[in-house]
């Protein structure tokens, strides 16, 4: 057995142990949350090296590739979550958060239970439509809006281009509106 499969059995046997240990303690609690990000961890792990879902080394593949591609990977995501469905909880928090993927919003609140709204835009700015967006979030019970930028943003990048400003007119005022209180 290699070594990612056997990080996956230890981490799955714990796993057990803290979901029966979770019923009756918060150290049991906490430990059961704490595997529960590790398992889903070990899972992104197991999946990095699958190239064939991976589109960035497949620049020749089609739009429509694409979407079939994404269409059976939602298929597959659906039906794991049909047998281990989740509670059905109101986010008491909503992000707004940068439309880069490398900005990982489970490790942005470590939390992988995704009990948050995320309004993903380029450069987190905002429009009038999420900012009603964030109002209705907050009518349904959010309690706290955390707003994120990160470096190499390609959006911030632009607004401090000239020649880009001229191509992302729009997209460069309101990152330079984001800025000002």
């Not at 704490?34 to 960035?56: I, K, P």
């Not at 489970?106 to 967006?133: F, P, W």
Request: charged share 20%.
């Amino acid at each position: 057995m290699g070594r990612r499969w056997t990080m996956v059995v230890v981490v799955l046997v714990a796993g057990l142990l803290a979901v029966t240990a979770a019923r009756f303690t918060a150290t049991g609690r906490q430990a059961q949350f704490v595997l529960g990000g590790a398992l889903v961890d070990a899972g992104y792990g197991l999946q990095d090296g699958l190239e064939s879902y991976d589109f960035e080394h497949e620049h020749d593949i089609t739009p429509e590739q694409i979407w079939h591609e994404v269409q059976k990977q939602n298929h597959l995501a659906a039906s794991m979550r049909h047998t281990f469905p989740r509670t059905a909880r109101h986010p008491l928090v909503a992000m707004v958060v940068c439309m880069d993927a490398r900005i990982d919003t489970n490790e942005l609140v470590g939390d992988t239970r995704h009990y948050y709204y995320i309004i993903r835009t380029a450069g987190s700015v905002m429009s009038e439509r999420e900012q009603e967006m964030l109002e209705l979030a907050v009518a349904n019970g959010v309690k706290l809006v955390l707003l994120t930028t990160h470096s190499d943003c390609a959006a911030e990048k632009a607004a401090r281009s000239t020649e880009m400003r001229a191509k992302y007119p729009a997209l460069a005022v309101a990152v330079d509106q984001r800025e000002t209180p």
